[in-house]
Nanobody, 123 residues
Framework: QVQLQESGPGLVKPSQTLSLTCTVS??????????WNWIRQPPGKGLEWVGA???????HYSPSLKSRTSISRDTSKNQFTLQLSSVTPEDTAVYYC???????????????WGKGTLVTVSS
């Protein structure tokens, strides 16, 4: 059974960089053809795809967030990390890490989800 666990600060100041790590157990992040995603949900709003890193270490980002987003991985720890720079209160959300097969899945196609972690952007 694959399990994903998000970790990172729950409070970030405006203009700083949000950094979250997803630790994966029960499966390798290098296994063909899985995509490892970051998805967020602002309070009272719908889900938003942030970006993904693939089994082959390729990255894909939401066009609206691309200029501020970086996703990387540490295969020795079986982790992948989200960095979102220059945050504003509009980046306040529950952030989830997920896995899907082949990329581009709808929400229902995400096979595994972490429990999510709330990140609040506030001074």
């Amino acid at each position: 059974q694959v399990q994903l666990q998000e970790s990172g600060p729950g409070l970030v100041k405006p203009s700083q960089t949000l950094s979250l790590t997803c630790t994966v157990s029960g499966g390798s992040i290098t296994t063909t053809y899985y995509f490892w995603n970051w998805i967020r949900q602002p309070p009272g709003k719908g889900l938003e795809w942030v970006g993904a890193i693939t089994y082959g270490d390729n990255t894909h980002y939401s066009p609206s967030l691309k200029s501020r987003t970086s996703i990387s991985r540490d295969t020795s720890k079986n982790q992948f990390t989200l960095q979102l720079s220059s945050v504003t209160p509009e980046d306040t959300a529950v952030y989830y890490c997920t896995r899907d097969y082949g990329g581009g899945s709808m929400w229902s196609g995400m096979e595994y989800w972490g429990k999510g972690t709330l990140v609040t952007v506030s001074s």
